[in-house]
């Protein structure tokens, strides 16, 4: 008898990984944001265009999982044609002052530890690992769903997640204060089940 208490206490953690499913992340419906203060005028958008990963989700044991990855020369800001100006904005943001796309094409996160509210995420930690440099950051989850998508009758969870860094944590110090130092991070993160 005791040996059967042992085994089944040994398989627990087991049984509880097996309920965890895996999504893909898909790179139409995921398009990350990032939004700063300008020179005192007001907030500024920009995105990225091209954003892969992967997250596990266990709702019944409250655990899950997250990577993503972000190409950062798919930054965007609406303005990539230079007109009479030596560089446009979006050049800009992918120099050395910033970005530094030719260096570090990727933005990078992996959580460490993921919170739930019930059966929902709530908060996932990680490291943020942006022009070579990794800092702990936390999302918060401001929405989750899961269900059969409507379009494509497959299931898929998604929902807004969003964190405010400060980019000179990384190394990225150009303009500050005048452009600000803390940039708020959000996006749609839409994943089909594996």
């Known amino acids: ?39 005192g005028f007001g907030t500024f958008p920009g995105r990225f265009d091209k954003a892969s990963g992967k997250f596990t989700l266990d709702r019944a044991a409250r655990r899950g999982t997250l990577e ?10 609406g303005d990539a044609e ?8 979006d050049e800009h943001l992918k120099s050395v002052d910033f970005f530094n796309v030719a260096e570090f094409p990727r933005m990078t996160f992996r959580s460490t530890d ?7 995420p709530a908060e996932i930690d990680g490291q943020l690992t942006l022009l070579g440099v ?9 929405r ?9 009758k497959r299931p898929a969870c998604g929902g807004n997640v969003s964190a405010t860094i400060k980019r000179s944590d990384f ?11 803390e940039v708020r991070l959000t996006t749609l993160f839409l994943g089909f089940r594996d």
């Open 1 to 39: 008898m005791k040996r059967l208490i042992c085994a089944l206490a040994a398989a627990l953690p087991a049984v509880a990984y097996a309920n965890a499913e895996s999504f893909t992340i898909d790179p139409y419906h995921t398009i990350p944001h990032f939004s700063l203060e300008y020179h």
């Open 68 to 77: 993503f990855a972000i190409d950062t020369a798919s930054l965007t800001t």
């Open 82 to 89: 230079r007109g009479g100006r030596p560089r446009s904005r």
């Open 114 to 120: 993921v919170r739930f509210n019930g059966d929902v």
């Open 134 to 142: 990794t800092k702990p950051v936390t999302f918060k989850v401001d």
């Open 144 to 152: 989750w769903v899961c269900k059969d998508h409507a379009v494509y």
């Open 171 to 181: 190394g990225m110090k150009y303009g500050i204060p005048s452009i600000s130092d």
